[in-house]
């Protein structure tokens, strides 16, 4: 009622900036007096500047994700620019956090012991075992698994350390990555920690692919809108094994500040199997498909 009646009196006094400025003033104390604790984590995001890793930049993103995580409100309440920007950030901020958690890890002397300091090592654990379970369920047979490709894999590819453990240790996984940087890092960890597999510095829409795989892994950030996410779709399943699944990772709902959204159902051209939307603290949704007859 305050802020209505504020409002009023700045458009009826247009041309009183001393009144103007008091309004404005007192709008802005009732902005943020009335905030929720994930509108709070939201403009403490925001208002970052440099994204490297450190205490601060740590604190405001690990709020933000606590907040995310626990919060019910909807994200159809949240301007669509405030969601994109956020996003944004999101993504940088996890690219630079990887890239030094790589080269950490790869340089030190027991890589296995200092991969599992990652702050985030249980989140791709507990992932890997959602993922894991739904090909389950989908039918396909861990065991029979020959060749994994990661699409979006970054330069801290944990995603294939937790899947390598799921699998026979004569399956191999390949990773894609249109990031140079991330291909040599992402090159350089696995080295370190021992896995086996090739890393393929091309856009994983771009198709062109030789081998035949078993499950190919969409990362949530391989793309931004559904159409990137039909792109890779289309370039890859005629490279994914008779029998063969695609995992497509997304978000839903407010989790979708974090990650690009789209619906199990929106893509085309393959069988929607199984889905999961995560209640605990994984934060990515995993659809399971399948090739469709030809």
């Not at 008091?22 to 905030?35: E, R």
């Not at 709070?40 to 995310?68: F, G, K, M, R, Y």
């Not at 159409?227 to 978000?251: C, E, F, H, W, Y």
């Not at 407010?254 to 199997?273: D, K, N, Q």
Request: proline residues 4%; charged residues 15%.
């Amino acid at each position: 009622m305050v802020a209505k009646k504020c409002a009023i009196v700045i458009h009826m006094l247009q041309y009183n900036t001393v009144l103007q400025q008091i309004c404005n003033t007192i709008l802005t104390a009732l902005y943020y007096n009335t905030m929720t604790p994930l509108h709070t984590a939201i403009h403490a995001t925001l208002a970052l500047t440099d994204l490297h890793p450190s205490n601060h930049v740590n604190a405001v993103l690990h709020e933000l994700v606590t907040q995310v995580i626990n919060s019910q409100e909807d994200i159809a309440d949240i301007a669509p620019n405030t969601v994109a920007k956020v996003q944004d950030i999101c993504a940088r901020a996890e690219g630079e956090l990887e890239s030094y958690w790589s080269e950490r890890i790869a340089t030190a002397a027991m890589p296995h012991q200092v991969v599992e300091e990652f702050p985030y090592w249980d989140n791709y654990a507990q992932l890997a075992r959602h993922e894991v379970g739904l090909l389950k369920q989908s039918g396909l047979a861990l065991e029979n698994v020959k060749r994994m490709l990661i699409i979006g894999s970054g330069p801290l590819p944990l995603s294939a350390v937790h899947f390598a453990r799921h699998l026979p240790s004569t399956a191999l996984i390949d990773h894609i990555d249109n990031n140079p940087h991330a291909v040599r890092s992402g090159e350089a960890l696995l080295r370190a920690l021992g896995y086996n597999g090739h890393y393929l510095c091309v856009d994983g829409a771009s198709g062109g692919l030789t081998e035949r795989y078993d499950v190919v892994l969409v990362a949530a950030l391989a793309g931004s809108a559904l159409s990137d996410k039909q792109a890779i779709t289309d370039a890859v399943l005629p490279n994914v094994s008779d029998g063969g699944r695609l995992l497509m990772r997304s978000a839903r709902g407010i989790r979708g500040l974090l990650y690009p959204v789209f619906a199990a159902t929106e893509l085309s051209g393959a069988t929607l199997l199984a889905e999961h939307h995560p209640e605990d603290d994984t934060i990515n949704s995993v659809f399971i498909y399948g090739k469709e007859p030809s």
